[in-house]
């Protein structure tokens, strides 16, 4: 899932928004846009079973 890599690539590669849109050819805002999906999907199954 693109979402996942890309919230792998900031958070644990340490990539900065703007090298992980100029890798995937895309806009900064497109990838800050899924990484705060992608943020609020983790929350979520994170905090699912309390």
Known sequence: MQIHRRLLRHAVVRLPV??????????????????????RRMRALLTDGD
């Open 18 to 39: 703007r090298e992980i849109a100029r890798r995937e050819g895309c806009s900064e805002r497109a990838v800050k846009y899924s990484l705060a999906r992608a943020r």
